[in-house]
């Protein structure tokens, strides 16, 4: 098992930036694969990014490519959602989420980070 937890969350006005961080403990983080989802008010959760350890491969949605970058540090147990170019759409609950290499479902889940965007 795999244990997350998000840090970074906050207000930020449109336009700026912000740097979630998700530490991992419990089984070694690279055993897993990462993503980042998130939750507004009132909608479902909907995928972010993904950061598959092979190949490093990076995937992302349509509403934030070229605006987020996701990467990972295995030494630290840790990945991270660089966020720039902020809209307030983008306001909601951040989650980071782990996969088990050759599974289909993230299994593991953090507590999930506000992201606030002001207009």
């Known amino acids: 098992q795999v244990q997350l937890a998000e840090s970074g969350g906050g207000l930020v006005q449109a336009g700026g930036s912000l740097t979630l961080s998700c530490r991992a403990s419990?089984?070694?983080?690279?055993?897993?694969?990462m993503g980042w989802f998130r939750q507004a008010p009132g909608k479902e959760r909907e995928f972010v990014a993904q950061?598959?350890?092979?190949?490093?491969?990076?995937y992302y949605a349509d509403s934030v490519r070229g605006r987020f970058t996701i990467s990972g540090d295995i030494a630290k147990n840790t990945v991270y959602l660089q966020m720039n170019s902020l809209k307030p759409e983008d306001t909601a609950v951040y989650y980071c989420?782990?996969?088990?290499?050759?599974?289909?479902?993230?299994?593991?889940w953090g507590q999930g980070a506000q992201v606030t965007v002001s207009s």
């Open positions: 989420a782990a996969r088990p290499l050759m599974g289909t479902n993230y299994d593991y």
């Open positions: 950061l598959f350890w092979k190949g490093r491969s990076t």
């Open positions: 419990g089984r070694a983080f690279n055993n897993y694969d």
